[in-house]
Protein backbone atom coordinates (compact mmCIF):
# COMPACT_ATOMS: atom_id res chain seq x y z
CA UNK A 1 0.00 0.00 0.00
CA UNK A 2 1.18 3.10 -0.61
CA UNK A 3 1.71 6.08 1.78
CA UNK A 4 -1.22 8.94 2.13
CA UNK A 5 -0.69 11.97 -0.32
CA UNK A 6 0.15 14.75 1.45
CA UNK A 7 -1.80 18.05 1.74
CA UNK A 8 1.33 19.59 -0.71
CA UNK A 9 0.95 16.91 -3.42
CA UNK A 10 -3.02 17.59 -3.22
CA UNK A 11 -2.68 20.91 -3.74
CA UNK A 12 0.07 20.70 -6.36
CA UNK A 13 -2.33 18.43 -7.87
CA UNK A 14 -4.69 21.05 -8.27
CA UNK A 15 -2.85 23.68 -9.65
CA UNK A 16 -1.50 21.52 -12.49
CA UNK A 17 -5.30 20.43 -13.47
CA UNK A 18 -6.60 23.81 -13.03
CA UNK A 19 -3.43 25.49 -14.73
CA UNK A 20 -2.61 27.88 -12.02
CA UNK A 21 0.49 29.32 -11.79
CA UNK A 22 1.61 30.25 -8.24
CA UNK A 23 0.75 33.99 -8.18
CA UNK A 24 -2.67 33.19 -9.52
CA UNK A 25 -3.06 30.64 -6.64
CA UNK A 26 -2.17 33.17 -4.52
CA UNK A 27 -4.55 35.56 -5.75
CA UNK A 28 -7.29 33.19 -5.41
CA UNK A 29 -6.19 32.01 -1.77
CA UNK A 30 -5.48 35.29 -0.45
CA UNK A 31 -2.24 33.80 1.11
CA UNK A 32 1.22 36.18 0.37
CA UNK A 33 3.08 34.47 -2.86
CA UNK A 34 6.33 34.43 -0.86
CA UNK A 35 4.49 32.29 2.31
CA UNK A 36 2.66 30.06 -0.23
CA UNK A 37 5.89 29.09 -1.98
CA UNK A 38 7.55 28.50 0.95
CA UNK A 39 4.57 25.99 2.02
CA UNK A 40 4.89 24.37 -0.96
CA UNK A 41 8.62 23.57 -0.48
CA UNK A 42 8.39 22.20 3.02
CA UNK A 43 10.22 25.04 4.58
CA UNK A 44 7.23 26.60 6.15
CA UNK A 45 4.44 25.54 8.26
CA UNK A 46 1.09 25.80 7.25
CA UNK A 47 -1.28 27.47 10.04
CA UNK A 48 -5.05 26.10 10.42
CA UNK A 49 -6.31 29.63 8.98
CA UNK A 50 -3.99 29.41 6.07
CA UNK A 51 -5.26 25.91 5.39
CA UNK A 52 -8.64 26.61 5.28
CA UNK A 53 -8.10 29.48 2.97
CA UNK A 54 -6.34 26.56 0.45
CA UNK A 55 -9.48 24.40 1.32
CA UNK A 56 -11.84 27.03 -0.07
CA UNK A 57 -9.87 28.15 -2.68
CA UNK A 58 -9.86 24.49 -3.85
CA UNK A 59 -13.59 24.24 -3.79
CA UNK A 60 -13.78 21.94 -1.06
CA UNK A 61 -15.78 21.57 2.59
CA UNK A 62 -13.77 23.04 5.43
CA UNK A 63 -12.41 20.38 7.12
CA UNK A 64 -11.46 18.70 4.07
CA UNK A 65 -7.87 18.11 4.85
CA UNK A 66 -7.95 17.61 8.71
CA UNK A 67 -6.84 14.53 9.14
CA UNK A 68 -4.10 14.91 6.97
CA UNK A 69 -2.77 17.90 8.43
CA UNK A 70 -3.46 16.22 11.88
CA UNK A 71 -1.08 13.52 11.05
CA UNK A 72 1.91 15.67 9.44
CA UNK A 73 1.67 18.60 11.78
CA UNK A 74 1.35 17.01 15.04
CA UNK A 75 2.35 12.92 14.57
CA UNK A 76 4.60 13.07 11.71
CA UNK A 77 6.27 16.18 13.43
CA UNK A 78 6.79 17.77 17.06
CA UNK A 79 3.98 19.35 17.63
CA UNK A 80 3.71 23.36 18.48
CA UNK A 81 0.62 24.71 20.91
CA UNK A 82 0.61 27.57 18.75
CA UNK A 83 -0.51 25.39 15.85
CA UNK A 84 -2.78 22.43 17.97
CA UNK A 85 -4.69 24.61 19.92
CA UNK A 86 -6.09 26.23 16.79
CA UNK A 87 -6.70 22.62 15.07
CA UNK A 88 -8.23 20.95 18.27
CA UNK A 89 -10.76 24.14 18.28
CA UNK A 90 -11.53 23.89 14.86
CA UNK A 91 -11.77 20.18 14.93
CA UNK A 92 -14.09 20.50 17.34
CA UNK A 93 -16.51 23.00 15.97
CA UNK A 94 -16.91 20.81 12.65
CA UNK A 95 -17.35 17.40 14.81
CA UNK A 96 -14.02 16.21 13.51
CA UNK A 97 -13.85 14.11 16.72
CA UNK A 98 -11.70 11.28 15.04
CA UNK A 99 -9.33 13.50 13.93
CA UNK A 100 -9.44 15.32 17.17
CA UNK A 101 -9.03 11.71 19.22
CA UNK A 102 -5.84 10.26 16.98
CA UNK A 103 -3.80 13.40 17.34
CA UNK A 104 -4.55 13.83 21.62
CA UNK A 105 -3.90 10.14 21.64
CA UNK A 106 -0.50 11.11 20.69
CA UNK A 107 -0.09 14.47 22.01
CA UNK A 108 -0.91 13.46 25.56
CA UNK A 109 1.80 11.13 25.48
CA UNK A 110 3.94 14.21 25.90
CA UNK A 111 3.08 15.45 29.83
CA UNK A 112 4.15 19.45 29.50
CA UNK A 113 1.23 19.66 27.65
CA UNK A 114 -1.32 18.28 30.18
CA UNK A 115 -1.93 21.61 31.69
CA UNK A 116 -2.87 23.04 28.11
CA UNK A 117 -5.02 20.33 27.15
CA UNK A 118 -7.10 20.58 30.43
CA UNK A 119 -8.11 24.49 29.68
CA UNK A 120 -9.11 23.92 25.82
CA UNK A 121 -10.80 20.61 27.58
CA UNK A 122 -12.75 23.33 29.92
CA UNK A 123 -13.02 26.13 27.09
CA UNK A 124 -15.23 23.24 24.94
CA UNK A 125 -17.14 22.59 27.99
CA UNK A 126 -18.05 26.46 28.31
CA UNK A 127 -19.36 26.16 24.53
CA UNK A 128 -21.31 23.25 24.85
CA UNK A 129 -19.04 21.15 22.85
CA UNK A 130 -19.51 18.18 24.62
CA UNK A 131 -18.11 15.01 22.83
CA UNK A 132 -14.54 16.84 22.33
CA UNK A 133 -14.19 17.95 25.73
CA UNK A 134 -15.02 14.40 26.63
CA UNK A 135 -11.90 13.59 24.72
CA UNK A 136 -9.85 15.88 26.22
CA UNK A 137 -10.84 14.99 29.81
CA UNK A 138 -10.39 11.38 29.50
CA UNK A 139 -6.94 12.38 28.05
CA UNK A 140 -5.97 14.18 30.73
CA UNK A 141 -7.32 11.62 33.45
CA UNK A 142 -5.83 8.86 31.93
CA UNK A 143 -2.54 10.89 31.94
CA UNK A 144 -3.11 12.11 35.44
CA UNK A 145 -4.08 9.06 37.11
CA UNK A 146 -1.51 8.35 39.21
CA UNK A 147 -1.40 12.15 40.31
CA UNK A 148 -4.53 12.37 42.95
CA UNK A 149 -4.95 16.27 42.17
CA UNK A 150 -7.71 18.64 42.16
CA UNK A 151 -7.07 19.22 38.22
CA UNK A 152 -7.68 15.17 37.85
CA UNK A 153 -11.02 15.13 40.08
CA UNK A 154 -12.51 17.73 37.94
CA UNK A 155 -11.43 16.10 35.04
CA UNK A 156 -13.66 12.94 36.86
CA UNK A 157 -16.40 15.72 37.62
CA UNK A 158 -16.66 16.79 33.92
CA UNK A 159 -17.03 12.92 33.05
CA UNK A 160 -19.51 12.48 35.33
CA UNK A 161 -21.20 15.14 34.10
CA UNK A 162 -20.66 14.25 29.82
CA UNK A 163 -21.42 10.56 30.48
CA UNK A 164 -24.92 10.78 31.98
CA UNK A 165 -27.45 8.94 29.64
CA UNK A 166 -31.02 8.02 29.38
CA UNK A 167 -29.64 4.50 30.87
CA UNK A 168 -29.90 3.55 34.71
CA UNK A 169 -27.23 1.31 34.70
CA UNK A 170 -24.78 3.47 32.79
CA UNK A 171 -25.25 6.77 35.57
CA UNK A 172 -24.88 4.18 38.45
CA UNK A 173 -21.54 3.18 37.31
CA UNK A 174 -20.59 6.82 36.41
CA UNK A 175 -21.86 7.95 39.84
CA UNK A 176 -19.92 5.26 41.76
CA UNK A 177 -16.76 6.02 39.59
CA UNK A 178 -16.83 9.32 40.41
CA UNK A 179 -17.99 9.43 43.97
CA UNK A 180 -14.05 9.22 45.61
CA UNK A 181 -12.90 12.19 43.34
CA UNK A 182 -15.56 14.71 45.63
CA UNK A 183 -13.20 14.89 48.16
CA UNK A 184 -10.36 16.45 45.97
CA UNK A 185 -12.51 19.39 44.37
CA UNK A 186 -12.89 22.95 45.62
CA UNK A 187 -14.34 22.99 48.87
CA UNK A 188 -17.55 25.32 46.94
CA UNK A 189 -17.27 22.96 43.92
CA UNK A 190 -18.10 20.31 45.93
CA UNK A 191 -21.39 21.34 47.21
CA UNK A 192 -22.39 21.37 42.62
CA UNK A 193 -20.96 17.77 42.43
CA UNK A 194 -22.72 16.34 45.45
CA UNK A 195 -25.84 18.12 44.49
CA UNK A 196 -25.45 16.75 41.21
CA UNK A 197 -25.14 13.18 42.23
CA UNK A 198 -27.41 13.66 44.57
CA UNK A 199 -29.81 14.59 41.15
CA UNK A 200 -28.42 11.45 39.50
CA UNK A 201 -29.27 8.54 42.25
CA UNK A 202 -32.53 10.19 42.55
CA UNK A 203 -33.89 9.61 39.25
CA UNK A 204 -32.45 5.93 39.40
CA UNK A 205 -34.60 5.74 43.10
CA UNK A 206 -31.39 5.03 45.61
CA UNK A 207 -33.43 7.21 48.19
CA UNK A 208 -30.69 5.80 51.19
CA UNK A 209 -28.36 7.56 48.77
CA UNK A 210 -29.70 10.90 48.15
CA UNK A 211 -30.66 11.58 51.71
CA UNK A 212 -26.80 10.55 52.94
CA UNK A 213 -25.66 13.27 49.88
CA UNK A 214 -28.62 15.73 51.05
CA UNK A 215 -26.92 15.49 54.83
CA UNK A 216 -23.49 15.96 53.25
CA UNK A 217 -24.51 19.22 50.99
CA UNK A 218 -25.79 20.69 54.12
CA UNK A 219 -23.16 20.28 56.29
CA UNK A 220 -20.49 20.99 53.53
CA UNK A 221 -22.79 24.57 53.21
CA UNK A 222 -22.35 25.30 57.30
CA UNK A 223 -18.39 25.00 56.70
CA UNK A 224 -18.52 27.51 53.99
CA UNK A 225 -20.86 29.59 56.09
CA UNK A 226 -18.41 30.07 59.11
CA UNK A 227 -15.40 30.08 57.05
CA UNK A 228 -16.95 33.12 54.83
CA UNK A 229 -17.95 34.54 58.16
CA UNK A 230 -14.25 35.77 59.11
CA UNK A 231 -13.13 36.47 55.84
CA UNK A 232 -13.85 39.25 53.96
CA UNK A 233 -15.67 38.76 50.46
CA UNK A 234 -12.82 39.41 48.46
CA UNK A 235 -12.49 36.02 46.35
CA UNK A 236 -14.91 35.39 43.38
CA UNK A 237 -17.27 32.53 43.92
CA UNK A 238 -16.08 29.32 42.61
CA UNK A 239 -19.46 27.40 43.00
CA UNK A 240 -22.35 27.55 40.42
CA UNK A 241 -25.05 28.75 42.36
CA UNK A 242 -24.61 31.44 45.67
CA UNK A 243 -23.98 29.31 48.77
CA UNK A 244 -27.57 29.75 50.69
CA UNK A 245 -28.97 28.03 47.94
CA UNK A 246 -27.04 24.79 48.14
CA UNK A 247 -28.71 24.78 52.10
CA UNK A 248 -32.47 25.42 50.94
CA UNK A 249 -31.51 22.57 47.89
CA UNK A 250 -30.31 20.27 50.43
CA UNK A 251 -33.90 20.46 52.29
CA UNK A 252 -35.75 20.02 49.08
CA UNK A 253 -33.77 16.78 48.16
CA UNK A 254 -34.89 15.69 51.85
CA UNK A 255 -38.63 16.57 51.43
CA UNK A 256 -38.13 14.41 47.87
CA UNK A 257 -36.94 11.52 49.83
CA UNK A 258 -39.55 11.58 52.31
CA UNK A 259 -42.26 11.95 49.96
CA UNK A 260 -41.20 8.62 48.18
CA UNK A 261 -41.04 7.00 51.21
CA UNK A 262 -44.74 8.53 51.70
CA UNK A 263 -43.73 10.56 54.56
CA UNK A 264 -46.06 14.08 53.59
CA UNK A 265 -45.82 15.48 56.73
CA UNK A 266 -42.39 15.31 57.08
CA UNK A 267 -42.30 16.50 53.32
CA UNK A 268 -44.16 19.55 54.17
CA UNK A 269 -41.84 20.37 57.10
CA UNK A 270 -38.82 20.20 54.91
CA UNK A 271 -40.49 22.91 52.62
CA UNK A 272 -41.17 24.81 55.03
CA UNK A 273 -37.28 24.99 56.00
CA UNK A 274 -35.98 26.07 52.36
CA UNK A 275 -38.85 28.41 52.05
CA UNK A 276 -37.58 29.88 55.12
CA UNK A 277 -34.18 30.33 54.20
CA UNK A 278 -35.16 32.30 51.02
CA UNK A 279 -37.07 34.30 53.26
CA UNK A 280 -33.99 34.98 55.43
CA UNK A 281 -32.00 36.60 52.45
CA UNK A 282 -31.74 40.31 52.98
CA UNK A 283 -31.11 43.07 49.99
CA UNK A 284 -31.20 40.01 47.33
CA UNK A 285 -28.93 41.00 43.74
CA UNK A 286 -30.92 39.85 41.05
CA UNK A 287 -29.16 36.26 41.10
CA UNK A 288 -30.08 35.81 44.19
CA UNK A 289 -33.98 36.80 43.89
CA UNK A 290 -34.42 34.94 40.66
CA UNK A 291 -33.15 31.66 42.99
CA UNK A 292 -35.75 33.54 45.42
CA UNK A 293 -38.21 32.63 43.15
CA UNK A 294 -37.75 29.53 41.97
CA UNK A 295 -37.69 28.12 45.08
CA UNK A 296 -40.48 29.75 46.70
CA UNK A 297 -42.21 28.54 43.24
CA UNK A 298 -41.03 24.99 44.28
CA UNK A 299 -42.52 25.19 47.64
CA UNK A 300 -45.98 26.16 46.53
CA UNK A 301 -46.26 23.49 44.27
CA UNK A 302 -44.78 20.83 46.54
CA UNK A 303 -47.12 21.43 49.65
CA UNK A 304 -49.88 21.10 46.38
CA UNK A 305 -48.61 17.87 46.05
CA UNK A 306 -48.20 16.62 49.23
CA UNK A 307 -51.09 17.66 50.77
CA UNK A 308 -52.59 16.16 47.65
CA UNK A 309 -51.00 13.65 48.41
CA UNK A 310 -52.07 13.34 51.79
CA UNK A 311 -55.84 12.99 49.96
CA UNK A 312 -56.69 16.25 50.48
CA UNK A 313 -58.08 17.21 47.26
CA UNK A 314 -59.86 20.19 48.06
CA UNK A 315 -56.89 21.71 46.72
CA UNK A 316 -56.86 20.59 43.64
CA UNK A 317 -58.55 23.34 42.07
CA UNK A 318 -56.20 25.52 43.26
CA UNK A 319 -53.53 23.69 42.15
CA UNK A 320 -54.86 23.30 38.71
CA UNK A 321 -54.62 27.24 38.82
CA UNK A 322 -50.99 27.28 39.93
CA UNK A 323 -50.47 25.16 37.04
CA UNK A 324 -52.32 27.61 34.33
CA UNK A 325 -49.44 30.34 35.85
CA UNK A 326 -46.76 28.03 35.77
CA UNK A 327 -46.90 25.26 32.56
CA UNK A 328 -43.17 24.02 33.17
CA UNK A 329 -44.58 22.06 36.10
CA UNK A 330 -47.09 20.37 34.66
CA UNK A 331 -45.56 16.87 34.22
CA UNK A 332 -44.30 16.43 37.19
CA UNK A 333 -47.67 17.93 38.44
CA UNK A 334 -49.72 15.36 36.87
CA UNK A 335 -47.42 12.53 38.21
CA UNK A 336 -48.41 13.17 41.70
CA UNK A 337 -51.88 14.22 40.66
CA UNK A 338 -52.52 11.01 38.75
CA UNK A 339 -50.73 9.26 41.55
CA UNK A 340 -52.84 10.82 44.32
CA UNK A 341 -56.11 10.28 42.17
CA UNK A 342 -54.89 6.53 42.31
CA UNK A 343 -53.91 6.12 45.70
CA UNK A 344 -57.48 7.29 46.66
CA UNK A 345 -59.69 6.19 43.70
CA UNK A 346 -60.64 9.70 43.14
CA UNK A 347 -62.05 10.71 39.79
CA UNK A 348 -60.27 13.32 37.66
CA UNK A 349 -61.47 12.60 34.49
CA UNK A 350 -62.40 16.74 34.30
CA UNK A 351 -58.85 17.82 35.08
CA UNK A 352 -57.28 15.06 32.84
CA UNK A 353 -59.23 16.88 30.19
CA UNK A 354 -58.66 19.72 30.58
CA UNK A 355 -55.13 19.33 30.41
CA UNK A 356 -55.35 16.59 27.79
CA UNK A 357 -53.64 18.78 24.80
CA UNK A 358 -50.26 19.15 27.69
CA UNK A 359 -50.48 15.39 28.22
CA UNK A 360 -50.60 14.79 24.47
CA UNK A 361 -47.60 16.95 23.53
CA UNK A 362 -45.57 15.58 26.66
CA UNK A 363 -46.04 12.18 25.02
CA UNK A 364 -45.37 13.79 21.39
CA UNK A 365 -42.12 15.17 22.13
CA UNK A 366 -41.35 12.56 24.66
CA UNK A 367 -39.80 15.19 27.32
CA UNK A 368 -39.68 18.44 27.48
CA UNK A 369 -36.50 20.23 28.47
CA UNK A 370 -37.08 23.36 31.05
CA UNK A 371 -35.45 23.59 34.37
CA UNK A 372 -35.16 20.04 35.01
CA UNK A 373 -31.92 17.49 33.47
CA UNK A 374 -32.67 15.20 30.77
CA UNK A 375 -32.73 11.73 33.20
CA UNK A 376 -35.16 13.66 35.76
CA UNK A 377 -37.50 14.41 33.00
CA UNK A 378 -37.21 10.57 31.57
CA UNK A 379 -37.94 9.60 35.18
CA UNK A 380 -40.90 11.51 35.28
CA UNK A 381 -42.03 10.76 32.13
CA UNK A 382 -42.05 7.20 32.66
CA UNK A 383 -43.75 7.53 35.93
CA UNK A 384 -46.41 9.74 34.44
CA UNK A 385 -47.78 7.49 32.13
CA UNK A 386 -47.48 4.55 34.12
CA UNK A 387 -50.02 6.44 36.84
CA UNK A 388 -52.27 7.21 33.85
CA UNK A 389 -52.56 3.47 32.47
CA UNK A 390 -53.35 2.55 36.22
CA UNK A 391 -55.83 5.30 35.92
CA UNK A 392 -57.66 4.47 32.80
CA UNK A 393 -57.63 0.09 33.59
CA UNK A 394 -59.01 1.02 37.03
CA UNK A 395 -62.17 2.90 35.37
CA UNK A 396 -62.34 0.19 32.68
CA UNK A 397 -60.76 2.57 29.91
CA UNK A 398 -58.55 -0.44 28.57
CA UNK A 399 -57.50 0.48 25.47
CA UNK A 400 -56.47 3.66 26.29
CA UNK A 401 -54.94 2.47 29.81
CA UNK A 402 -52.65 -0.33 27.66
CA UNK A 403 -51.99 2.38 25.52
CA UNK A 404 -50.14 4.61 28.33
CA UNK A 405 -48.78 1.05 29.68
CA UNK A 406 -46.68 0.61 26.74
CA UNK A 407 -45.60 4.11 26.34
CA UNK A 408 -44.10 3.65 29.84
CA UNK A 409 -42.98 0.42 29.56
CA UNK A 410 -40.82 1.46 26.39
CA UNK A 411 -39.24 4.11 28.03
CA UNK A 412 -38.46 2.14 31.28
CA UNK A 413 -37.06 -0.80 28.74
CA UNK A 414 -34.52 1.72 27.04
CA UNK A 415 -33.00 3.36 30.06
CA UNK A 416 -32.67 0.48 31.79
CA UNK A 417 -34.95 1.33 34.84
CA UNK A 418 -35.41 -2.09 36.14
CA UNK A 419 -37.73 -1.02 38.61
CA UNK A 420 -40.24 0.31 36.23
CA UNK A 421 -40.39 -2.37 33.65
CA UNK A 422 -41.56 -4.63 36.15
CA UNK A 423 -44.16 -2.73 37.42
CA UNK A 424 -45.23 -2.14 34.21
CA UNK A 425 -44.91 -6.37 33.24
CA UNK A 426 -46.85 -6.76 36.24
CA UNK A 427 -49.90 -4.04 35.44
CA UNK A 428 -49.66 -5.31 31.77
CA UNK A 429 -50.02 -8.90 33.07
CA UNK A 430 -53.96 -8.10 34.63
CA UNK A 431 -54.86 -6.80 31.52
CA UNK A 432 -53.48 -8.67 28.63
CA UNK A 433 -56.48 -10.85 27.92
CA UNK A 434 -57.86 -7.46 26.91
CA UNK A 435 -55.25 -5.55 24.84
CA UNK A 436 -55.39 -5.38 21.57
CA UNK A 437 -53.40 -6.88 18.76
CA UNK A 438 -51.43 -4.47 18.00
CA UNK A 439 -50.44 -3.98 21.74
CA UNK A 440 -49.89 -7.74 22.13
CA UNK A 441 -46.95 -6.85 19.29
CA UNK A 442 -45.79 -3.85 21.14
CA UNK A 443 -45.43 -5.61 24.14
CA UNK A 444 -43.45 -8.44 22.83
CA UNK A 445 -41.03 -6.80 20.97
CA UNK A 446 -40.58 -4.86 24.03
CA UNK A 447 -40.09 -7.60 26.29
CA UNK A 448 -38.04 -9.49 23.65
CA UNK A 449 -35.59 -6.04 23.90
CA UNK A 450 -35.22 -6.67 28.07
CA UNK A 451 -34.24 -10.54 26.57
CA UNK A 452 -31.46 -8.92 25.14
CA UNK A 453 -27.88 -7.69 27.21
CA UNK A 454 -27.34 -3.72 26.95
CA UNK A 455 -24.62 -3.39 29.43
CA UNK A 456 -21.56 -5.37 30.33
Not at 89 to 98: F, I, M, P, V
Not at 249 to 273: F, M
Not at 318 to 337: H, M, Q, R, S, W
Request: net charge negative.
Amino acid sequence: MGSVPTITVHIEKYMREQNLKLQHFSDITGINVGTLSAILKGSRPMSMNQLNQITSAMGLEKGYFYETYGVESFIESSPHWRRLEPYLYECAELSKLDCLQQVITHVSDDRSYIEELFDVAEGFFAKGLKEAALILYECVADSEKYQHSERLALCQYRIFLLHKTLSKFDNLKAAIKFEPYIEKLNEEVQLDAIKDVANLYATIHVWDRVLDLAEKLEQRVETQLHFRSGKRKTKPRVSFYPIFSYRAYANLLKATVSERRKQYRRALKYTDVYEDIMDGIENPTEEEQELIERFKGWAEGNRYLYTLLLGDFNILDDYLGYLDANPKEILTAFVYIVKAANQCSYDIDRELDKFKTHINNIKVENYVKWTYNEETLNLRYIRLFYELAKYRLSRNQIELGIEHLITSFERSVSSNDDMMCIKCIDLYGKYRDQASKTQEEQYTKLIDKLSVPTFQ
